[in-house]
Structures are given as C-alpha cells and as structure tokens.
C-alpha cells in the first residue's frame, strides 16, 4: 500500500534526524503514543493466550484504536523547528495507525518505535559526548584564537610604543616586556635592542651626570679659590678650610684648606697679640713706678717687634731713666737739704754753747 510505504518514508526520514532538541522533541510529545502501543502489546498477548478469543476484549480494542486519531493533535506541541514535511508524515503515520494497521502491525510498528527510541537514545548520549568533546575543542580553540589576538594586539601595541621610546626608562620596561612574550615573533631581537638602548642612553646620562658633577666641582673649586683671596676674617677662613676638605683631595684643596688653618691660625695669633698690645699700650698710660716701665719693657720686647712695641719698649725705658734720675735728684736736694739742716742746727748749737761759756 502507497500509505505503508509512506510511513516506512516516515520512518526512514525519522532515523535521519540528527538534531538532539527535535528528537527529544517528538518522543516527549508522542509518550502517549508509545504507551499506549505498550498496552495493546500487552492486551493482544493477553487474548493470545486464552483458548477462545475474547469478542469484548475486540470490541474493546475497536473502541481503543480510533483514540489514536486525538493524537493528531498533539501534533501543534512539536518543536516549531521541525520542518512541515516532518509534521505531515507524523500525520499521516498516525492517520495509517488508526485507519490501516492490523494488531499485528500495530506491534510491529510499537518495537519499532521502541528500538528506534531506544537507538536514539544512546545516539543522544553519544551525540551529547561528541558535542561536548566539540564544544570543548571549540573552546580551547577559542582560546587559543583569543591567546593568539591578544599575543598579536600586544606585540602591535609593543611595537608601537618601541618606535614612539625614546627615554631610558621606557627601553628598560620594554625590554623586559618583549621578554615576557616567549620568542613570539622578533620580540628576542627587540628585546636586546630595547637593553642595547637602554645601556647606551644610561651610559650617556652617566657620562652627562659625570661632566656636570665635574663641572660644579670645578666651578666650585673656583669661587673657593677666589674667596679665599679676598677673605680676611676669622669665620670666613675657618669655613673656607671646611669646604676644601669636603671636596676631598680635588685639585689641591687640602693644601689650600692647609692654608686657610694657617691664616685662621694667623689671625687667632693676631688678634691675640693686639689684646695683648691693647693691654699693654693702656697700662703704659697709667702707671708711674720705675719698676712698672721696667715691667712694660720687657713686655713690649717679647713682642718681637710688634707695631710699635718696640719704639714703646724703649719710651718705657726711658721713662725709667727719667725716673731715676728724678729720684736721684729728690735725694740730691733732700741730702743738700738735710746738709743745711744740719749745718744750721750745729751752727745754732755751736753759738748757744758758745754764747752761755762766755756768760
């Protein structure tokens, strides 16, 4: 018949169908369906195997078989994907169920459903196994597709700022960068390229930083020097010698910082010998005794010839001369006068005595 045919199509075209969602799909929907080929299976082997055939239980059966064309409808709950050609062949099994197939066929039809639920089944599991094994290649595919853009978006963004770099700390950073890249592409040769910059630009700042440090010294070594002429006071040497030691032996700073100890020590001296001149110069003014200007001598000449000390030492010298010969004069006179003194009281003794023996 063109209808079984039509179904055993139906079948066959049923068995094609490698989209896991419509299979599941139409074996949900038609679990009714297989039940119920279950329990004719069941029923038939039943009156088989009574000695008389049971006309209720054919009446029955009669009765049971036009339920299968209410399944028709649930023909509206398949999966929308399924193509319309796929529906109408479901239609029109259901339509050959009702209407054509004997008990028997309907059996037969029943296992077939069922082996071919059952071979899908396992298809399914085997199916979900193989999507999954896809699926994860496709992922780690995936991944390696996005490892690969990001490896490639950042050499490119590397390769930009290498061509942009022009400080050494950016070659250094690159360097390393390149580096961490693994070989990819010609990130090795950049690498040492970005390392060869950097030890040039670092060699080059050094060297710079070496000539100016060189620079203030020399300019500083300079205006010690020209300080050191023009100075003249205590604090001045004595931070000049500081700042010549500081630069550590550089040209001839511990013989100019020798210097400055000598002038510092020169004017300690100095200003020590004009407290002492002071001194002596204000005692001159105020003492009087002979001993005293002999003292004031004496101490203007250890002076070694200081300013003046020693037009001082001889005016003091002098001035014990002037002594002297005031205190010889004051004995002078006061032996003369002592002299007339006693010439009077002998001559008044004398004309006493004298004038009473004559009486």
Known sequence: MK???????????????TNRERLEGFYTTHSATIQFFRAIDKSVQEALCKPTVDVVFLKQLETALPILINLEK??????????????????????YIASEMS??????????LLDLLSKNKQAFIDEEKEEQRKRKEQEILEQEQRKAQEQKDRYNKLLQEYKNASTEQEYLTLAA?????????????????????????????????RMRVEQERKDKYNRLVQEKNNASTESEFQNLAKEFRAMNGYENTEELAKECDSALKYIKEEQKRQ???????????????????QYLA???R???GYKDT??????????CKEIEVKIRKKKTIKAISWSVFLVIILTLVYGFFNGWFDN
């Open 3 to 17: 209808m079984k045919s039509d179904f055993n199509k139906y079948l066959d075209a049923l068995n094609e169908i």
């Open 74 to 95: 649930e023909i509206t709950f398949l999966d929308p994907k399924l193509s319309m050609s796929y529906k109408n062949k479901i239609e029109q099994a259901i339509d």
């Open 103 to 112: 008990i028997s066929e309907v059996n037969d039809t029943y296992k077939q």
């Open 177 to 209: 960068q390149f580096r961490m890249m693994n070989g990819y592409e010609n990130t090795t040769e950049l690498a040492d390229e970005c390392a060869n910059q950097h030890r040039v630009l670092k060699e080059a700042r050094e060297e710079q930083e």
């Open 275 to 293: 407290t002492t001149y002071n001194k002596l110069v204000q005692a001159k003014n105020e003492i009087s005794k002979k001993e005293e200007f």
């Open 298 to 300: 004496k101490q203007f």
């Open 302 to 304: 250890e002076m070694n």
């Open 310 to 319: 020693e037009e001082l030492a001889k005016e003091c010298e002098i001035r």
